[in-house]
Protein backbone atom coordinates (compact mmCIF):
# COMPACT_ATOMS: atom_id res chain seq x y z
CA UNK A 1 0.00 0.00 0.00
CA UNK A 2 1.17 3.49 -0.91
CA UNK A 3 2.23 5.59 1.98
CA UNK A 4 1.63 8.72 0.97
CA UNK A 5 -0.29 9.17 -3.02
CA UNK A 6 -1.15 11.68 -4.66
CA UNK A 7 -2.99 12.08 -8.21
CA UNK A 8 -2.71 12.79 -10.69
CA UNK A 9 0.84 11.97 -11.52
CA UNK A 10 0.83 14.12 -14.62
CA UNK A 11 -0.92 17.42 -15.34
CA UNK A 12 -0.80 19.40 -18.84
CA UNK A 13 -2.87 22.31 -18.77
CA UNK A 14 -3.57 25.96 -20.68
CA UNK A 15 -2.47 29.13 -18.93
CA UNK A 16 -5.70 30.72 -17.20
CA UNK A 17 -7.03 26.84 -16.08
CA UNK A 18 -7.76 25.96 -12.69
CA UNK A 19 -6.85 22.65 -11.66
CA UNK A 20 -6.55 20.41 -8.64
CA UNK A 21 -4.16 17.88 -6.91
CA UNK A 22 -5.39 15.55 -4.67
CA UNK A 23 -3.32 13.75 -1.65
CA UNK A 24 -4.05 11.33 1.04
CA UNK A 25 -1.87 9.47 3.35
CA UNK A 26 -2.90 6.39 5.13
CA UNK A 27 -0.09 6.20 8.05
CA UNK A 28 -2.16 8.10 10.43
CA UNK A 29 -0.38 11.09 10.60
CA UNK A 30 -1.22 14.32 11.71
CA UNK A 31 0.74 16.72 9.48
CA UNK A 32 0.41 17.18 5.91
CA UNK A 33 2.23 19.29 3.59
CA UNK A 34 2.81 20.58 0.06
CA UNK A 35 6.11 21.57 -1.55
CA UNK A 36 7.06 22.73 -4.82
CA UNK A 37 9.81 21.31 -6.41
CA UNK A 38 11.39 23.73 -9.37
CA UNK A 39 13.07 22.60 -12.56
CA UNK A 40 16.40 22.89 -10.75
CA UNK A 41 15.21 20.38 -7.87
CA UNK A 42 15.02 23.17 -5.23
CA UNK A 43 12.00 22.05 -2.36
CA UNK A 44 10.29 24.60 -0.94
CA UNK A 45 7.43 24.16 1.78
CA UNK A 46 4.13 25.54 0.64
CA UNK A 47 1.72 24.93 2.87
CA UNK A 48 1.13 23.01 6.12
CA UNK A 49 -1.97 21.41 7.64
CA UNK A 50 -1.98 19.92 11.33
CA UNK A 51 -5.33 17.89 11.78
CA UNK A 52 -7.27 19.98 9.53
CA UNK A 53 -5.78 23.28 10.38
CA UNK A 54 -3.23 25.54 8.69
CA UNK A 55 0.10 26.20 10.35
CA UNK A 56 2.19 27.20 7.69
CA UNK A 57 1.37 29.45 4.84
CA UNK A 58 4.44 30.37 2.93
CA UNK A 59 4.52 33.29 0.75
CA UNK A 60 2.76 31.82 -2.36
CA UNK A 61 0.67 33.74 -4.80
CA UNK A 62 -3.42 33.36 -3.55
CA UNK A 63 -4.44 31.80 -6.43
CA UNK A 64 -3.27 28.62 -4.56
CA UNK A 65 -5.50 27.29 -2.12
CA UNK A 66 -5.13 24.07 -0.52
CA UNK A 67 -8.12 22.36 1.58
CA UNK A 68 -7.81 19.64 4.06
CA UNK A 69 -11.33 18.00 4.68
CA UNK A 70 -9.92 15.42 6.96
CA UNK A 71 -6.84 14.72 8.84
CA UNK A 72 -5.62 12.25 6.02
CA UNK A 73 -6.30 14.38 2.85
CA UNK A 74 -4.64 17.24 1.74
CA UNK A 75 -5.84 18.73 -2.01
CA UNK A 76 -4.64 21.45 -3.75
CA UNK A 77 -6.64 23.83 -6.16
CA UNK A 78 -4.63 26.65 -8.34
CA UNK A 79 -6.87 29.08 -10.30
CA UNK A 80 -5.53 30.62 -12.99
CA UNK A 81 -3.20 29.26 -13.76
CA UNK A 82 0.54 30.61 -15.15
CA UNK A 83 3.58 29.73 -17.00
CA UNK A 84 5.63 29.55 -13.85
CA UNK A 85 3.10 27.41 -11.93
CA UNK A 86 4.98 24.25 -13.84
CA UNK A 87 6.68 22.45 -11.13
CA UNK A 88 6.95 19.41 -9.60
CA UNK A 89 4.23 19.26 -6.72
CA UNK A 90 5.28 17.25 -3.63
CA UNK A 91 2.66 16.17 -0.53
CA UNK A 92 4.42 15.06 2.18
CA UNK A 93 3.21 14.11 5.96
CA UNK A 94 4.66 13.90 9.32
CA UNK A 95 3.68 12.07 12.39
CA UNK A 96 2.81 15.66 14.12
CA UNK A 97 3.57 18.89 14.33
CA UNK A 98 5.96 18.42 17.30
CA UNK A 99 9.82 19.24 17.58
CA UNK A 100 11.77 17.71 15.52
CA UNK A 101 9.96 16.83 12.10
CA UNK A 102 11.73 13.12 12.86
CA UNK A 103 10.69 12.09 9.07
CA UNK A 104 8.46 13.59 6.54
CA UNK A 105 7.14 11.07 4.05
CA UNK A 106 6.94 12.06 0.42
CA UNK A 107 4.47 11.33 -2.60
CA UNK A 108 5.78 10.83 -5.83
CA UNK A 109 4.77 14.06 -6.79
CA UNK A 110 2.83 15.49 -9.60
CA UNK A 111 4.72 17.11 -12.54
CA UNK A 112 2.52 20.31 -13.69
CA UNK A 113 2.94 21.78 -16.81
CA UNK A 114 1.41 24.76 -17.98
CA UNK A 115 1.23 25.30 -21.51
CA UNK B 1 16.19 33.56 2.15
CA UNK B 2 18.06 30.56 1.47
CA UNK B 3 19.63 29.61 4.96
CA UNK B 4 21.00 26.16 3.86
CA UNK B 5 23.26 26.29 1.43
CA UNK B 6 24.60 23.30 -0.38
CA UNK B 7 27.22 21.99 -2.13
CA UNK B 8 28.33 21.00 -4.78
CA UNK B 9 25.62 20.91 -7.24
CA UNK B 10 26.46 17.68 -9.22
CA UNK B 11 29.18 15.01 -8.55
CA UNK B 12 30.56 12.21 -10.50
CA UNK B 13 32.24 9.29 -8.88
CA UNK B 14 33.62 5.64 -10.30
CA UNK B 15 31.94 2.79 -8.21
CA UNK B 16 33.78 3.10 -4.90
CA UNK B 17 34.19 5.82 -4.66
CA UNK B 18 33.66 8.75 -1.48
CA UNK B 19 31.29 11.82 -2.98
CA UNK B 20 31.36 13.96 0.16
CA UNK B 21 28.46 16.15 0.04
CA UNK B 22 28.63 19.72 2.09
CA UNK B 23 26.09 21.93 3.96
CA UNK B 24 26.63 25.03 5.92
CA UNK B 25 23.64 27.24 7.72
CA UNK B 26 23.56 30.48 9.26
CA UNK B 27 20.29 30.14 11.71
CA UNK B 28 21.91 28.73 15.02
CA UNK B 29 17.65 27.85 15.85
CA UNK B 30 18.60 24.90 13.52
CA UNK B 31 19.12 21.69 15.99
CA UNK B 32 17.98 18.65 13.38
CA UNK B 33 19.97 17.67 10.11
CA UNK B 34 18.29 15.58 8.41
CA UNK B 35 19.66 13.63 4.58
CA UNK B 36 16.82 13.22 2.03
CA UNK B 37 17.27 11.20 -1.22
CA UNK B 38 15.29 11.27 -4.59
CA UNK B 39 15.61 9.14 -7.56
CA UNK B 40 13.97 10.30 -10.41
CA UNK B 41 10.08 10.15 -10.75
CA UNK B 42 9.71 9.63 -6.70
CA UNK B 43 9.66 12.02 -4.03
CA UNK B 44 12.77 12.56 -1.52
CA UNK B 45 13.13 9.48 1.31
CA UNK B 46 14.44 10.34 4.51
CA UNK B 47 18.38 8.89 4.48
CA UNK B 48 20.12 9.87 7.68
CA UNK B 49 19.73 12.47 10.65
CA UNK B 50 21.94 14.04 12.95
CA UNK B 51 21.07 16.16 16.27
CA UNK B 52 24.25 18.62 16.68
CA UNK B 53 25.19 17.18 19.96
CA UNK B 54 27.10 14.71 18.03
CA UNK B 55 29.74 15.14 15.43
CA UNK B 56 29.45 12.02 13.53
CA UNK B 57 26.40 9.26 13.16
CA UNK B 58 26.59 6.46 10.46
CA UNK B 59 24.03 4.13 9.06
CA UNK B 60 25.53 1.43 6.58
CA UNK B 61 27.87 3.19 4.01
CA UNK B 62 26.26 6.36 4.84
CA UNK B 63 27.92 8.60 7.37
CA UNK B 64 27.05 12.01 8.94
CA UNK B 65 29.96 14.75 10.02
CA UNK B 66 28.88 17.41 11.74
CA UNK B 67 30.74 20.68 13.29
CA UNK B 68 28.63 22.74 15.16
CA UNK B 69 31.21 25.76 16.02
CA UNK B 70 31.81 25.93 11.54
CA UNK B 71 28.22 25.64 11.35
CA UNK B 72 28.76 22.94 8.16
CA UNK B 73 27.69 19.39 7.86
CA UNK B 74 28.63 16.92 5.15
CA UNK B 75 27.70 13.44 3.86
CA UNK B 76 30.05 10.76 2.89
CA UNK B 77 29.32 7.49 1.34
CA UNK B 78 31.78 4.96 1.44
CA UNK B 79 32.11 2.73 -1.25
CA UNK B 80 29.44 4.33 -3.38
CA UNK B 81 27.39 2.03 -6.10
CA UNK B 82 25.65 2.84 -9.02
CA UNK B 83 22.45 2.33 -7.17
CA UNK B 84 23.75 5.45 -4.91
CA UNK B 85 23.14 7.84 -7.94
CA UNK B 86 20.48 10.19 -6.89
CA UNK B 87 19.77 13.78 -5.79
CA UNK B 88 20.39 14.55 -2.45
CA UNK B 89 19.49 17.06 -0.41
CA UNK B 90 20.76 18.38 3.21
CA UNK B 91 18.16 19.57 5.59
CA UNK B 92 17.41 22.26 8.82
CA UNK B 93 14.72 21.71 11.13
CA UNK B 94 14.01 24.79 13.33
CA UNK B 95 11.31 24.80 16.25
CA UNK B 96 8.53 27.72 15.71
CA UNK B 97 5.02 28.45 17.89
CA UNK B 98 3.03 26.28 14.77
CA UNK B 99 5.18 23.50 14.76
CA UNK B 100 8.91 22.38 13.15
CA UNK B 101 9.73 23.78 9.98
CA UNK B 102 12.35 21.69 7.76
CA UNK B 103 14.36 23.95 5.12
CA UNK B 104 16.13 22.13 2.75
CA UNK B 105 19.31 22.56 0.62
CA UNK B 106 19.85 23.20 -2.63
CA UNK B 107 20.32 19.39 -3.35
CA UNK B 108 23.17 17.77 -4.84
CA UNK B 109 23.25 15.31 -8.32
CA UNK B 110 24.82 12.18 -7.39
CA UNK B 111 26.36 10.00 -10.53
CA UNK B 112 27.97 7.09 -9.47
CA UNK B 113 30.03 5.63 -12.61
CA UNK B 114 29.90 1.53 -12.97
Known amino acids: DTAVSQTPKYLVTQMGNDKSIKCEQN?????MYWYKQDSKKFLKIMFS???????INETVPNRFSPKSPDKAHLNLHINSLELGDSAVYFC??????????????FGSGTQLSVL | QQQVKQSPQSLIVQKGGIPIINCAYENTAFDYFPWYQQFPGKGPALLIAIRPDVSEKKEGRFTISFNKSAKQFSLHIMDSQPGDSATYFCAASIRETSGSRLTFGEGTQLTVNP
Open chain 1, 49 to 55: YNNKELI
Open chain 1, 92 to 105: ASSQDRGYPIEKLF
Open chain 1, 27 to 31: LGHDT
